[in-house]
Structures are given as C-alpha cells and as structure tokens.
C-alpha cells in the first residue's frame, strides 16, 4: 500500500527556517511527481509546490516563491520543503501528495496525515 | 491564475437524496479538473480524475462530468459516510489551484 509519512513540522518564530521531509512507501518513488499542499486552520487546500519525478522541473506558488524550495532524494525515496523566511501567514498543516504522474502534472492520488508548522 | 468556484459552500441533505455540487473555472481547463473528498480531520482523497474517470476504489455512486470552464460532482444517494468537504482542483495550468470547498452535511 502506498504511504506518505511527513515530518518536521513545529513552531517557529517569523522569518526563521523549517526543513520538511516525506518519507514514501510502497510504491516506486521515482516514476512519480511529487507535490506539497497546504491547509491554514479552518481553511481550504492551497497548491504550494511541486517536483518532477528527476527533479527536472521545479513550481512554486507565488505566495512561496523565493523562500520555499523543494527538492527530492529518489534513492532514499523522500521528498523534502525547505522553509526559509517564514511568515505567520505560512501557519498550516502541510501535505506530501503523489501525483499520479511523472513527468508532467495531474491528479494527486496519496496523501500523508500532514505536519503542522505555526509561525509565531 | 485560474479560479475556481464552487457552489453551493454547504449542502445538508437526507440520507438517499442526490447532491450535486459545481466548480466553475476562470478560464477554459479542458477536462484538467479533479474532485477530492476530505472528511473531517482526515486528509484528502482522490475520487474523480480529468473531470469524469472515477479513482480506484471509489463508490459508483460518485460521479464528475463537464469540460472547459463548467463542471460537476454527483453524489446518487448521499450516504451517512460521505459528510465531508468536496474540493476541486485545476492542474491545467500553473500555479495548480484549488476550489473552496462545498461542505456536505447530513439533515
């Protein structure tokens, strides 16, 4: 069974960094895109970043653009979100999706639970 | 960026009854339009891809239809198990966005 663990998520003072990771399994980490979404309390789902399956191509929000970079480890099957000038406007529970595709972009077919990040 | 619409944002409806919930887009999307259901304080799930193709594993009862800027969500036949919020979700173009969100409650 597919499955998506994040981690390091935490509470932080605005303009410091945070390093998110996700940890997959179960199914084959480099024939797939991989994404990051997020969800503000109470809020709805917020695209934040996304990563070809060789890294090749890289998309941010524009609300994270220059201070979020995304980047994948396919041999050790993880996906990770550097965090960099955070802003309590960034306070969210953060999701590692699966797109169910590799090179291009769909559909995201796995989530994990999610890792909290508090700015404040 | 493209914007995504939904109505109603809360539907309460009996058990059995048919719901049916919209996304419209700001601009043509072609079938790129993606239906998800997050039930409360789980994460999202995948039901309809590219606008009709249901996911593994989704009850038939859940079906999407429409393409370019209009589409839709129906539930035949709500059942107790299916309260959550339904989202749409564009990957057409960048930056990817997503609707809302449409509350389904039970009456």
């Known amino acids: 069974e597919a499955q998506l663990v994040e981690s390091g998520g935490g509470v932080v003072q605005p303009g410091r960094s945070l390093r998110l990771s996700c940890e997959a399994s179960?199914?084959?980490?480099?024939?797939?895109?991989m994404h990051w979404v997020r969800q503000a309390p109470g809020k709805g789902l917020e695209w934040v970043s996304g990563?070809?399956?060789?890294?090749?191509?890289?998309e941010y929000a524009d609300s994270v653009k220059g201070r979020f970079t995304i980047s994948r480890d396919n041999a050790r099957g993880s996906l990770f979100l550097q965090m960099n000038g955070l802003r309590p406007e960034d306070t969210a529970l953060y999701y590692c999706?699966?797109?169910?595709?590799?090179?291009?972009?769909?559909?995201?077919?796995?989530w994990g639970q999610g890792t909290m990040v508090a700015v404040s | 960026e493209i914007v995504l619409t939904q109505s109603p944002d809360f539907q309460s409806v009996t058990p059995k009854e048919k719901v049916t919930i919209t996304c419209r887009a700001s601009?043509?999307?072609?079938?790129?339009l993606h239906w998800y259901q997050q039930k409360p304080g789980q994460s999202p799930k995948l039901l309809i891809k590219?606008?009709?193709q249901s996911f593994s594993g989704v009850p038939s009862r859940f079906s999407g239809s429409g393409s370019g800027t209009d589409f839709t969500l129906t539930i035949n036949g709500l059942e107790a198990e299916d309260v959550a919020t339904y989202y749409c979700?564009?990957?057409?173009?960048?930056?990817?966005?997503f609707g809302p969100g449409t509350k389904v409650d039970i009456k």
């Open positions: 590219y606008a009709s």
């Open positions: 990563i070809s399956w060789n890294s090749a191509g890289v």
């Open positions: 179960g199914f084959t980490f480099d024939d797939y895109a």
């Open positions: 979700h564009q990957s057409r173009n960048l930056p990817f966005t």
């Open positions: 999706a699966k797109d169910t595709a590799f090179s291009s972009y769909a559909s995201f077919d796995v």
């Open positions: 601009q043509s999307i072609d079938t790129s």
